[in-house]
């Protein structure tokens, strides 16, 4: 990268050799594990099964050309977007929130006194270590009534929650990521806190700025790449929102199988049995996530574009 | 270059001014070196930044410390409360469970409760336990030795294709891995891999995230000149990877590897769409299984919350070393906005 360019000589070919040696194992894996995937999921969603024999029923089956006709079940099933629909009203609120929580903690954590801050930081992190199966079991037994002792507290003073009910089930869910997340994304932002020079901190309280106007003005902006990774991040995990809804299903009628788009990708191929649909609906999460998160680096990249950062 | 510009959070910025340490990005989070911990000046070249943010000078005032403390304090009886009413409910039966306050203690037996998780069905929890203590970590030190040597390879070697191959490997970042795995579980059973150790295992060894953040810190933690002393010295490509450059690179291999670690084992989506055998089960989808059966068999709730709590253990402990290690590990891989 930083050497002279030079022209190709013995010891050149010999280095060139070594790297495709060490990148091939790791290729290899790739092209089998993304690569394949990829285009197979697009082979399959371009196919459908066929029954030959009288009246379409029995004898033998064949796959046959369909098309794009999956992608049009798929998106004309009412059922599927409207998982689509509210993985993306989810995003939109709950990404938010979260990192909003996280900065607001991570900030706090900045200007706190030294001696609480490792056990608030354990504390805030350790929800990161519970798997998102494991939070929602968790999180459902706080939420089912009979069992939860929140809303055996609410309903002691007289308030009727409905944590499954269906207007509420979808915030419930938001609260389990929330819960999961934010220690991790606030992490984040501190270690890109940690990177800001002291001095821009010391010559602005010498001009005799507020910790809220350091806050404003001066931590803000510089964690803004961390705030840019941990959006991207935390949008490709709700559009992939699958444990929550799945455990949390047996506790709550409000939950169908196509409550997200993967809860029906994945009903569509072990409950139907039509991985030709599955398929396509996993080509279109796919497409969906990456138009969106490239979208959004775009956004951010084309109004971040002040600096040498590109 | 000033730090605070770069996206990299620093890695980039900090190494050229100190060739002789790799460990500089990383080492400011080593256990117990905390910056708060650390004593102005205890590291060259970096003392002054810590110094300079001397909180003892500038102490806020004591109405803004009682809520800073007291907002912290609310976040954190969220983040623990659910903690909390898992250690109460794993020393309850399942009648208990149900019967008694969730957040008190009602006649506990932790050690019965818990040996009963453990002894139930032949034992199969603790096969679950050791499936996922298996898949999370031979999948992350293989993921960590496959990245460390491609992004070994992206940096410090120049060969057509190279900026071409690391892109692609970039938008692998971006594809949730979820819509991944059912095409790969029809792929799996084309080749009869399904439903066996290596269809969870061989998908878990590939990061890309991991190679991405190889790449960066061998572009700046391993210096050129020192590869060409060794190449003077008639050492092989391999011998310099395997002595050298992983050395340099520890901080960043144990970022990935720790990284990969955790999310294996928090990993749903993958075996439960491989797996069908229960034999092959890590914990989470043991417990979801037995939390299905619950309903006809009520003891089962108490094992679900016994095993839950038993599973959360290991990783939470890890996350208390981690939160450390990670304080400036995590900004190497920030995306480039």
Redesign the interface.
């Known amino acids: 990268?930083?050497?002279a360019p030079r022209r190709l000589t013995r010891?050149?070919a010999?280095?060139?050799r070594?790297?495709?040696?060490?990148?091939l194992?790791?290729?290899a894996?790739?092209l089998?594990?993304?690569v394949?995937?990829?285009g197979?999921?697009l082979y399959?969603s371009l196919l459908k099964v066929e029954r030959t024999g009288p009246l379409g029923l029995g004898g033998e089956t064949k796959q046959v050309w369909a098309g794009l006709s999956n992608y049009v079940h798929a998106l004309e099933d009412d059922r599927f977007t409207a998982g689509f629909g509210r993985v993306l009203l989810f995003g939109a609120v709950q990404i938010p929130v979260m990192i909003a929580f996280a900065t607001?903690?991570a900030l706090?954590?900045d200007?706190?006194?030294?001696r609480?801050?490792?056990?608030?930081?354990?504390?805030?992190?350790?929800?990161?270590?519970?798997?998102?199966?494991?939070?929602s079991?968790?999180?459902g037994?706080?939420y089912v009534p009979?069992?939860?002792?929140?809303v055996?507290m609410a309903d002691s003073v007289g308030w009727n929650v409905d944590f499954l009910g269906r207007g509420a089930v979808l915030w419930s869910i938001a609260n389990i990521v929330t819960?999961q997340f934010?220690?991790y994304n606030m992490?984040?932002l501190?270690?890109?806190l940690?990177?800001?020079?002291?001095?821009?901190?010391?010559a602005a309280?010498i001009d005799g700025a507020s910790?809220w106007q350091v806050a404003r003005h001066i931590k803000l902006p510089?964690i803004?790449?961390?705030l840019?990774?941990t959006t991207?991040f935390s949008l490709?995990g709700t559009?992939?929102l699958?444990?929550e809804p799945?455990?949390l299903k047996?506790l709550s009628n409000s939950i169908d199988s196509g409550y997200t788009p993967?809860l029906a990708?994945?009903n569509e191929?072990?409950t139907s049995n039509n991985?030709h649909i599955?398929?396509a609906e996993?080509?279109l999460?796919?497409l969906v996530?990456?138009v969106l998160?490239?979208g959004f680096?775009r956004l951010?990249?084309q109004r971040?574009k002040d600096?040498?950062?590109? | 270059m000033s730090e605070a510009n770069d996206p990299t959070g620093g890695v980039v910025a900090d190494e050229p001014g100190e060739p002789d340490e790799p460990g500089g990005p990383t080492d400011g989070a080593a256990p117990g070196r905390g910056p708060e911990a650390v004593p102005p000046g205890a590291r060259p070249g970096a003392g002054h930044r810590r110094a300079a943010k001397g909180r003892e000078g500038l102490e806020p005032p004591l109405r803004h410390r009682i809520i800073t403390v007291s907002l912290l304090t609310v976040a954190a009886i969220y983040f623990l409360t659910p903690v909390y009413w898992l250690v109460v409910s794993s020393t309850k039966s399942s009648s208990d469970l149900f019967g008694t306050f969730g957040f008190w203690f009602h006649d506990p037996h932790p050690l019965d409760y818990l040996h009963r998780v453990l002894t139930y069905d032949d034992g199969i929890y603790a096969r679950w336990f050791a499936n996922s203590l298996m898949y999370a970590g031979v999948g992350a030190l293989a993921a960590t030795l496959l990245s460390a040597a491609a992004g070994y390879a992206l940096a410090k070697y120049r060969f057509p294709g190279r900026e071409g191959i690391f892109n692609v490997i970039l938008a692998g970042v971006l594809i949730p891995g979820t819509a991944l795995a059912l095409p790969l579980y029809l792929l799996f059973s084309e080749i009869g891999l399904a439903n066996t150790y290596w269809a969870v295992l061989i998908p878990s060894v590939v990061s890309p995230f991991g190679v991405y953040l190889c790449r960066i810190y061998a572009a700046a933690a391993v210096p050129d000149s020192l590869l060409e002393a060794a190449r003077i010295d008639g050492a092989g490509e391999a011998r310099i990877f395997s002595t050298l450059g992983l050395r340099l690179m520890t901080p960043a291999l144990v970022t990935v590897f720790l990284f990969q670690f955790v999310h294996i084992w928090n990993n749903f989506f993958l075996p439960l769409v491989m797996l069908s055998d229960s034999d092959l089960y890590p914990i989470q989808l043991g417990l979801t299984s037995w939390q299905g059966y619950a309903d006809r068999q009520p003891e089962l709730y108490q094992y679900t919350v016994g095993g839950a709590f038993l599973s959360v253990l290991p990783l939470m402990v890890l996350m208390g070393v981690l939160q450390r290690y990670w304080r400036t590990g995590l900004t190497e891989g920030s995306v480039k906005a």
Do not use: D, H
């Open positions: 990268m930083r050497e010891a050149e010999r280095s060139a070594a790297a495709s040696g060490f990148l194992p790791f290729l894996l790739f089998l594990c993304f394949a995937p990829i197979y999921a399959e607001g903690l706090l954590l200007a706190a006194s030294a609480w801050v490792g056990f608030f930081r354990t504390a805030f992190f350790l929800p990161y270590g519970v798997p998102g199966v494991i939070a079991i968790l999180w037994f706080l009979g069992i939860s002792p929140l055996e819960w934010t220690g992490l984040v501190i270690a890109q940690k990177a800001v020079p002291g001095e821009l901190y010391e309280r910790a510089l803004r790449p961390a840019v990774l991207v490709i559009l992939q699958f444990a799945k455990v047996p993967n990708a994945y191929a072990f991985q599955a398929a996993a080509v999460l796919a996530a990456c998160s490239f680096l951010v990249g971040g600096g040498e950062s590109g």
